[in-house]
């Protein structure tokens, strides 16, 4: 469990790889939307930081959580992209949805992490309530999206090192 009123996207640049090179695609859910443009400010500050060309990010929205396989994987098969960072937000509700949205897109991201020699990066907020999400899209907890921002350009590296 995340310490209270620890910020966790803290980073240093300097074990960051430069990411000037790198092309990257956001697919971004308009479901919650207060909270993904939250998460997609700080993936997209954090790729700037790091050095990516902004005419190197290339971004779509799609209408909820549950489409951001579907997304994903078309953009890998038509943007040339070296990484996808998904960002959605699914909160918890009175009903069985919230368990099968975020089992379905889940093991859709993992599925296109088997079939793609592309690294896709999850950056779905999974909360019990509004404020969790808050918390996690720049709030007291940080931004969700600055982590999966760092995390696509380590994975990058990775990807382009072997």
């Known amino acids: 469990m995340a310490t209270e009123n620890k910020n966790l996207s803290q980073y240093d640049k300097n074990t960051i790889p430069n990411a000037k090179d790198f092309r990257f695609g956001i697919v971004v859910s308009e479901w919650n939307e207060t909270i993904t443009e939250g998460l997609f400010n700080g993936a997209k500050a954090a790729l700037l930081d790091c050095g990516t060309l902004e005419e190197n990010i290339v971004r779509w929205n799609v209408p909820g959580s549950f489409e951001l396989t579907f997304g994903a994987n078309r953009m ?3 943007q040339n992209v ?3 960072i998904v960002i959605g937000s699914v909160i918890k509700g009175e009903t069985m ?3 099968f949205v975020c089992e379905g897109v889940t093991q859709g991201i993992k599925d296109l992490n088997i079939k793609y020699d592309i690294p896709t990066i999850f950056c779905v907020l999974t909360d ?4 969790q999400s808050i918390d996690r899209s720049g709030g007291k907890h ?3 999206g600055t982590e999966a921002a760092i995390a ?5 590296a990775l990807n382009k090192s072997i």
């Open 97 to 99: 949805h919230f368990e």
């Open 128 to 131: 019990n309530n509004m404020q």
């Open 82 to 84: 070296d990484c996808v």
């Open 152 to 156: 696509a350009i380590k994975m990058v």
């Open 76 to 78: 890998i098969q038509t």
């Open 142 to 144: 940080g931004n969700k």
